[in-house]
């Protein structure tokens, strides 16, 4: 499998929400158009092809670590 690390340095996950940002029309961003779908179709996607997504503790930022198949 290779693992692929996607960050950024903004305000991260909070603690509460950690939980549920896989799933669907779950957003903290509603009043500014979220529909809550789009972590959770990543993650639809990427379990059909065999490969994940997982949030990984961060001290800033929200940090994602896709793993994908390497390819024979």
Same mark, same amino acid.
């Given at each position: ?34 529909? $809550?779908?789009?972590? /959770?179709? #990543?993650?639809?996607?990427?379990? !059909? =092809? $065999?490969?994940?997504? /997982?949030? #990984?503790?961060?001290?800033?930022? !929200? =940090? ?5 198949? #390497?390819?024979?």
């Amino acid at each position: 499998m290779l693992p692929i690390d996607i960050r950024d340095d903004r305000q991260g996950i909070s603690a509460n929400n950690r939980a549920q940002i896989f799933d669907s029309f779950f957003t903290t961003r509603r009043d500014s158009g979220g529909t $809550g779908m789009g972590l /959770a179709i #990543v993650q639809a996607m990427l379990t !059909a =092809h $065999g490969s994940s997504i /997982a949030l #990984v503790e961060s001290g800033r930022g !929200a =940090h994602f670590e896709v793993t994908l198949p #390497v390819a024979a």
